[in-house]
């Protein structure tokens, strides 16, 4: 298994408020995604990260921001979480070569009430 | 616009009978494939991939077959055990290298 955790795994907020994800990961790997996982969407890429401080958009970055200060950790966060960020989020990561699969982490239930 | 269609949500079949996954794409520079495998609240794990160089790949009970012509590809399980029983993702990177673009998925359940 690759070696990707994401935190927390669980966590309910508040609408309004500002809430960071986590993923690390043990692999050394250049790229790393966030994505979330929701009824009748598949995953969507929200950001992903090419490198160190090196990051972009995917198809659904409104809302979201995210940051990547060293290798192992990909941050993801919600600067006001608003309800429609209710989801599943999940990270994954993926070596520097073309065509090379990406892997997952376990993800985060994320509820905004 | 979906570039990556999974046009079944559901599939049930029997244990030790084939089962078979279709995914659909619509943009023929597409030229990687791949195929995931989720257990509810667990990430989805990659299972199989196919290049469109390859018709066809093989990987001891799963087999993913591309037919670029119709812009479609299916998996194979055979044969089918319970513990096969997950939602199943096909996904590709497209043209844009690294950011894969999934299906929405299929749920199959082998009834024993």
């Known amino acids: 298994d690759a070696g990707i955790t994401q935190s927390p795994r669980h966590k309910v907020t508040e609408t309004g408020t500002p809430v960071t994800l986590r993923c690390h990961q043990t692999e050394n790997h250049r790229y790393m995604y966030w994505y979330r996982q929701d009824p009748g969407h598949g995953l969507r890429l929200i950001h992903y990260?090419?490198?160190?401080?090196?990051?972009d958009k995917g198809e659904v970055s409104d809302g979201y921001s995210v940051s990547r200060s060293k290798t192992e950790d990909f941050l993801l966060t919600l600067e006001s979480a608003t309800s429609s960020q209710t989801s599943v989020y999940f990270c994954?990561?993926?070596?520097?070569?073309?065509?090379?699969?990406?892997?997952f982490g376990d993800g985060t239930r994320l509820s905004i009430l | 616009d979906q570039q990556v269609k999974q046009n079944s949500p559901s599939l049930s079949v029997q244990e030790g009978r084939i089962s078979i996954l279709n995914c659909d794409y619509t943009?023929?520079?597409?030229?990687?494939f791949l195929w995931y495998k989720k257990y509810p609240a667990e990430g989805p794990t990659f299972l199989i991939s196919i290049s469109s160089i390859k018709d066809k790949n093989e990987d001891g009970r799963f087999t993913v077959f591309l037919n670029k012509s119709a812009k479609h590809l299916s998996l194979h399980i055979v044969p089918s055990q319970p513990g096969d029983s997950a939602v199943y993702f096909c996904?590709?990177?497209?043209?844009?290298?690294?950011?894969?673009?999934f299906g929405k998925g299929t749920l199959l359940t082998v009834n024993p």
């Open positions: 996904a590709s990177p497209g043209g844009s290298n690294y950011k894969l673009t």
């Open positions: 990260s090419y490198g160190v401080k090196d990051t």
């Open positions: 994954a990561i993926s070596r520097d070569s073309n065509n090379q699969p990406q892997h």
């Open positions: 943009n023929s520079m597409f030229d990687y």
